[in-house]
């Protein structure tokens, strides 16, 4: 297996605590900050950046990301965060009155909250931590059923649904697929070549690493021509410069029509170097390292009697309680001992990333010890 430790010291913060809090917000690494000083130098320096500049950061850090999804480069576009690219498809898709969207009601807020309030369709409910997600959409499926929205890997569990055997039903049955990817995106592999996913969001800060502000939307290319183009920015047109402003502008032929203005170029440069760092390393790499690594944790916990929510294939979460210790009172004693990891729904949650460490999970469980004992 790969050794990760030369890559702790792109993260100065390993120095002063024990981070297994990637699912809420990961540590930037040193590398980025130093890409977004020099681009942040251009404003100070230099005022205005040249548009050829600005597209030419866009355009890399899009087959970047392209290539790290294997994907196609005019697939993706560039958003905010995870809730405007789920919006935004929302806003594609030509729902029929009588359509259905299936809808985890245990997803992240971010992919849950949207279909609420979203009253031109019905909606029918799943859980993905009652488990067994497909069988559960086969239950509620109807020809009335046009899109269903899951979080890849979830917040809370860990839990990896199987989007294979998913999007091979949803490609099936003629019914589009919308995948929160927040939770796996950095931490596992996808390869969008192999999975039928039409639509794939994606926010940075957590597996990705910060900045935040910044994310993704991938549209597969074959339903990118059948979605409405009726809410169009003026950077959703093909600009070469900008002498001609009344001239006549063409939509742009790619996912990138969707971009509606200036974009936060600060975010794309930390992004680009985010993703350039992740390949670096090798995504099968990081997903074996971090699945043998959470699954040693999950073993450590279960030892002390803690109670772990079913995480399926596995990924970068654990989630852990023990019935007679109070989860926020041993929250509160881990962090003041400089462990820092988050508290959901009154279970304990551990997030590491490929720069953690096996001994690290070793004084993790002797902390433990010492404070249930």
Sequence with gaps: MLDFSPYRKEFP??????????AATAPMPLRTKRAIENWLNKYVYEGNIPWEECL????????????????????????????????????????NKNDNIIVAQDNFPAN????LKYDKVEKQYISILEGDVLKQIKKVFNKRTKLIALDWVHFLSGYQIPLKEISDFCK??????????IQGIGALKIDLKEINIDFLVCGGGKWLFPPQGIGMLYIKKEVLK????????????????????????KLKNSAAFLEEGTKNYLGLVGLKENVKFLMEIGIENIENYLLALTN??????????????ERNKGSGIVAAKRKEKDSQWLYQELNKRNFRISLRENYLRFSPHFYNTQKEIDNLIETIIFLIK
Excluded: H, M
């Excluded at 913060?13 to 297994?20: A, D, Q, R, S």
């Excluded at 850090?61 to 958003?79: G, P, V």
């Design 112 to 115: 849950f909250l949207p279909y």
């Design 226 to 249: 059948k979605l409405k183009k009726s809410c169009v920015g003026w950077l959703g047109y093909e600009w070469q410069d900008f002498n001609k402003i009344f001239t006549k502008k």
């Design 296 to 309: 040693y944790l999950s073993i450590r916990l279960k030892e002390l009697f803690f109670e772990i929510l």
């Design 56 to 95: 030419q950061l866009e355009e890399e850090t899009r087959k970047i990301i392209a290539d790290f999804l294997n994907a196609k480069k005019e697939e993706i576009c560039f958003k905010r965060n995870t809730s405007e690219g789920i919006l935004t498809v929302l806003n594609l898709i030509n729902f």
């Design 172 to 181: 099936k049955y003629d019914c589009y697929l919308l995948i929160d990817g």
């Design 13 to 22: 913060i390993l120095e002063n605590c024990v981070y297994f809090n990637n």
